[in-house]
């Protein structure tokens, strides 16, 4: 069973097992709007946890997603490279960025679980 | 609804028409502007070069001299006033002593009158600096009382042409009419057909709403507005240009008529004039970049060697191209559409080709 965790940057990461999925949230598309550009790691580059991985570009700005864990970059989604407009569309599921090898299996312990983000999110206002 | 640091902000009159159609709403030029409707950004920008787009630009300057003479304000700006004609209008430049641009801005000719519309964050100053010019000669009055809505798109005139008669399908491009309450020029800021109409603050939303309600017409936000203006290749001033800039490195030397190059007698005439005969170091340009990653405002352009040769003024995703689009200055050996040159964004120089403006072919009206 898939752990789903949440970052208060707005990135969500769901581990199996070694290996996790990272992407933003639907609540990060919806505050940034019309996604027109995706930069991604190198696969095999690194990772470190809070540091950016990638940038997220919207019609009007750049904004950075942050690594939620340290890790080696295992796959990366090129299909939002090619149609950035995928994490608009469907955030937690095509519009995934990036897949990483954790350092830390355990790394996922001290993140939101989807009612804490949940409820996160409702104080932001 | 309050926003953060909203309390000194104004309001257009269309605000709660605005907030009631879901607009984000953001600070701009001292106003709280709708920067885009649940829509979006790209279908606002796509809708408005497809059918029609209505704009609340309330925020900007109408003003209107009273009293003033084409010769006067040929005396602050360098286009050719005096060659208006009744019912007309141009694209100018206000301009400071060195040849700086103060503001651009649209002046017209209205029967005796003259008026200007010019940017909503420059238009205090602008009020000050036509005050200490024409003062005692002319009476210069902000219509704070009226609010400014643009229609914009192909659909345009025929939206238009069911509130304010069919008159208004064969205005020609960069003329005005008073139509009832409504005093309408056929201009914009988009590229494509359409007009700007003026009316009392008090009838403003009433006009929005009857707009709104043709099939055609999405509201549409400063995001896409933005946009737009920058496939057009139409500069935004404080961005593209500034009192740094002179109208011949920002590309814009065909504002100043024919007669005013042979007169002069505006503000900087001699730079100018010497600058159009022997053309300054830098140059206003377009830039595609090779890839998809945008280059925003503030990226250094670097030639293929890395050496910086200027900055992005303006850049950003145009919709209609589904690719990256920039202005900015360069030196002027790299101002040739085609010349090889490179945006850093990120800290990486990212390949990049000088592009004609506009980006997207205008579709100004033209009489058949």
């Keep these: 069973m898939p752990t789903l965790r949440f970052t208060k940057d707005h990135e969500w990461i769901r581990q199996d097992g070694e290996t996790a999925v990272i992407g933003i949230t639907d609540y990060a598309q919806q505050q940034l709007g019309d996604i ?20 997220v570009e919207s019609a009007k700005a750049a904004s950075e997603v942050y690594a939620p864990v340290s890790g080696e970059v295992v796959a990366v989604n090129a299909a939002i490279s090619d149609d950035p407009a995928k994490v608009n569309a469907d955030p937690m599921g095509e519009g995934w960025f990036l897949t990483v090898k954790l350092d830390d299996p ?19 206002g | 609804m309050a926003v953060d640091g909203s309390t000194d902000l104004r309001q257009t009159p269309l605000h709660a028409l605005h907030v009631a159609l879901g607009a984000k709403m953001v600070p701009f030029a001292g106003y ?12 606002e920008h796509l809708h ?38 009744d019912g007309r209008m141009r694209y100018s430049l206000l301009l400071n002593d060195e040849g700086g641009i103060i503001d651009d801005l649209m002046a017209l000719r209205v029967g005796d009158g003259l008026q200007l519309v010019v940017n909503a964050a420059t238009k205090d100053g602008d009020v000050t600096h036509l005050r200490a010019r024409l003062g005692g000669k002319a009476d210069v009055e902000l219509h704070d009382d009226r609010a400014l809505l643009a229609l914009q798109g192909p ?102 008529g024919k007669r005013r190059r042979e007169q002069g007698g505006f503000p900087g005439a001699d730079r100018i004039l010497k600058e159009l005969a022997d053309p300054p170091a830098r140059r206003r340009i377009g830039i595609r970049p090779d890839g998809r990653a945008p280059a925003r405002e503030g990226s250094a352009i670097v030639d293929p060697q890395g050496n910086l040769i200027g900055e992005v003024t303006s850049g950003g995703f145009a919709p209609s191209l589904g690719a990256p689009i920039a202005m900015g200055y360069v030196a002027r050996r790299y101002s040739d559409p085609g010349t090889e040159l490179a945006v850093v964004v990120r800290d990486v120089a990212r390949p990049a080709r000088v592009a004609p403006m506009p980006f997207v072919p205008t579709r100004y009206y033209r009489a058949p």
């Design chain 2, 48 to 85: 408005t070069r497809a059918k029609a787009g209505l704009f609340d630009v309330s925020h900007m300057g109408q003003v209107s001299l009273h009293g003033a003479t084409s010769a006067m304000l040929e005396t602050l700006v360098p286009g050719d006033i005096a060659g208006l004609a």
């Design chain 1, 106 to 124: 355990s790394a996922l312990d001290g993140l939101m679980d989807e009612a804490a983000y949940e409820k996160f999110v409702a104080e932001q």
């Design chain 2, 155 to 256: 659909e345009a005139a025929a939206v238009l042409s069911r509130v304010a008669g069919p008159g208004v399908t064969t205005m020609p491009f960069l003329s005005c009419a008073q139509v009832g309450e409504l005093f309408i020029t056929r201009s914009g800021y988009t590229g494509e057909d359409g007009f700007e109409i003026s009316v009392t603050a008090g009838r403003a939303v009433e006009l929005a709403e009857r707009l709104l309600a043709e099939p055609e017409v999405l509201p549409i936000g400063l995001g896409a507005r933005d946009t737009l203006r920058l496939e057009a290749g139409l500069c935004l001033y404080g961005h593209d240009i500034d009192e740094t800039t002179t109208p011949v490195a920002a590309g814009l030397a065909w504002t100043i």
């Design chain 1, 36 to 55: 027109v550009y995706v930069e991604l790691p190198e696969p095999g580059s690194r990772v470190e946890a809070g540091k950016e991985t990638a940038v």
């Design chain 2, 32 to 43: 709280e502007m709708p920067v885009q409707y649940p829509t979006g950004i790209i279908t």
